[in-house]
């Protein structure tokens, strides 16, 4: 069983920063890509960023490029999200997605909400 848990979340004003974790384990093994995607309340699920099995190549969505950076730590098979400049519009759950064995995983989510 493989499980994936989000944490870092919570409500900050517009311009402000928050830092999310995600935190993979269970029977897995080796590296995988790992991704953060978002979905806000009524719309769909949506991409925000990629980061490789090494960590070399990193790629965002175009509403979070240059206030975005997400790394990993492979040892402890953990992704991060600092999130910069936070908008209202960055208002969402968030969650980490992996893809391994021929299987997605997805964590429960983690809650931002930016104030105005």
């Known amino acids: 069983q493989v499980q994936l848990v989000e944490s870092g979340g919570g409500l900050v004003q517009a311009g402000g920063s928050l830092r999310l974790s995600c935190v993979v384990s269970?029977?897995?093994?080796?590296?995988?890509?790992m991704a953060w995607w978002r979905q806000a309340p009524g719309d769909q699920r949506e991409w925000v960023a990629y980061i490789s099995e090494t960590g070399a190549k990193t790629m965002y969505a175009d509403s979070v490029r240059g206030r975005f950076t997400v790394s990993r730590d492979k040892f402890v098979n953990a992704m991060y999200l600092q999130m910069n400049g936070l908008k209202p519009d960055d208002t969402a759950t968030y969650y980490c997605?992996?893809?391994?064995?021929?299987?997605?995983?997805w964590g429960q989510g983690a809650q931002v909400a930016v104030g105005s």
């Open positions: 997605r992996i893809e391994a064995g021929g299987r997605e995983y």
């Open positions: 269970g029977d897995i093994f080796g590296s995988f890509p």
